[in-house]
């Protein structure tokens, strides 16, 4: 898996697009197709023929879009039942649509197909080979789009694999497992990725939807399954909550090693690369009371840290749970990464919702409903740096944020900046990329 290259196809120009309210006109699709294109991704798909905003987006695209990294893609669907492809309306207008690649979207679920008027089983997968044979020896390569696999392969499997197997033998290059409704376990994606991979040998994509990272967290499990192709949008805009491929970049490239760019564009799988610093993983952590003698008392804390995958551990007390998670973080960070003495706690603000059990300063219930906010602040040498963390209680939100200034604070030494401006607070997003980010108890 480590250093494998991985195609992103970014479909924010269509799924991204449908909500309401986000129409966007034919400039602003050029204009985000050129950013799409800086960023790396492999294939940026259009929108589909014969809609007339998308028709004259193709038409424009031709003499004005340049792309150096990324390939334009058509989608369409696979031939209407009973139909020759040679002459039906919809492969006629991907094929006009001139785009070197195009998508055909596919129902992959028997169930679906039964109910379907017009057609059964096998003819749907006679539309399927047809369309995708018809537009290769038009000169097309063709990405198949598997509708509501993950369905398909719980309610018939040797059908479903039989769709994968069909648009293969006819010439499509990859076949995207998608996950229609979305929410799908990470550990169920993997599984049957790998299922499939194994049933029929094909090169597979994925494209996975749902809220709470799950679409990115399915992406992810995919991949490490044998996926070779991911689709989401930028920052997940979808009317399905598409997975957000950056962060699935970022996951790639840095819990994996994986070259998550196609055609060789490095510009994103950089920027991710330097930004992430070193790979600080909380295990787990706990944060109690010990008697300092007579009524008074104080907070000890023990944490269990990887750092690129090796184990570290420390324990630490102090007068309240997050100064004593800072000096337990220090006691086991400083030994494997020096430049982390540097970094100062010179305060944090906590804020709890009514009726939480958390604190500031005081460890709350892990699990416990509600969300804690805390805001840190370090002294880094020569400057501040400001960060958040946000979780179930303020000792999991200090972590966060204490880890989230390790992670800038080494990923600024990558570049040999031994200096950090003053600046506001920049919302953490955990300390690494690996899920579960905190596990442990306080």
């Not at 039989?162 to 169920?188: K, M, S, Y």
């Not at 962060?247 to 330097?274: D, K, Q």
């Not at 324990?315 to 970094?343: I, K, N, Y």
Request: proline residues 3%; neutral net charge.
């Amino acid at each position: 898996m480590a250093g494998q290259d991985i195609q992103l196809h970014d479909t924010t120009l269509r799924d991204g697009a449908r909500p309401a309210g986000r129409a966007l006109p034919v400039d602003d699709r050029l204009a985000v197709a050129r950013c799409l294109d800086g960023l790396g991704v492999g294939f940026i798909e259009g929108g589909r023929p014969g809609a007339a905003e998308d028709t004259e987006f193709f038409r424009r695209a031709a003499g004005e879009l340049r792309l150096a990294s990324a390939v334009l893609v058509a989608r369409g669907v696979v031939r209407a039942p009973g139909a020759s492809a040679a002459t039906d309306p919809r492969t006629r207008e991907l094929l006009a649509a001139g785009t070197p690649v195009v998508t055909l979207a596919a129902v992959s679920d028997s169930r679906r197909v039964e109910r379907a008027p017009g057609t059964n089983l096998a003819e749907n997968l006679a539309a399927v080979g047809g369309t995708v044979r018809h537009l290769v020896r038009a000169g097309r390569r063709v990405l198949l789009d598997a509708e509501h696999f993950f369905d398909g392969h719980r309610a018939n499997r040797e059908y479903a694999l039989e769709v994968v197997r069909t648009a293969a033998e006819a010439g499509a290059e990859t076949v995207v497992l998608c996950d229609g409704d979305g929410g799908r376990p990470a550990d169920e994606v993997g599984a049957v990725v790998s299922d499939t991979l194994y049933g029929t040998g094909v090169e597979l994509g994925v494209h996975c939807r749902g809220g709470a990272g799950r679409a990115v967290a399915g992406s992810v499990a995919a991949v490490a399954a044998g996926a070779r192709q991911v689709r989401g949008t930028v920052s997940g805009y979808g009317w399905r909550r598409d997975a957000d491929l950056l962060s699935v970049a970022a996951h790639l490239i840095v819990t994996r090693g994986a070259a998550a760019l196609s055609g060789g564009s490095a510009a994103l799988g950089a920027a991710v690369a330097e930004s992430a610093g070193r790979a600080v993983e909380v295990v787990s952590w706990q944060v109690g009371a010990e008697s300092a003698g007579g009524d008074r008392s104080r907070s000890s804390a023990s944490v269990l840290l990887r750092v690129d995958g090796v184990a570290t551990a420390a324990t630490a007390s102090g007068g309240g749970a997050v100064e004593a998670l800072d000096r337990a973080v220090h006691r086991a960070l400083d030994p494997v990464l020096p430049g982390v003495r540097q970094l100062r706690l010179t305060g944090h603000l906590a804020r709890v919702p009514a009726g939480h059990a958390g604190t500031a300063g005081t460890a709350g219930t892990a699990g416990t409903a509600g969300t804690a906010r805390v805001v840190a602040s370090f002294a880094d040498g020569d400057g501040r740096l400001d960060t958040v963390g946000v979780a179930a209680d303020t000792g999991a939100a200090f972590l966060q944020a204490l880890l989230e200034a390790v992670r800038r604070l080494t990923a600024r030494e990558r570049h040999g900046d031994g200096r950090t401006a003053d600046r506001g607070p920049s919302a953490a997003h955990g300390p690494t990329l690996t899920e579960p980010t905190l596990t442990g108890t306080d």
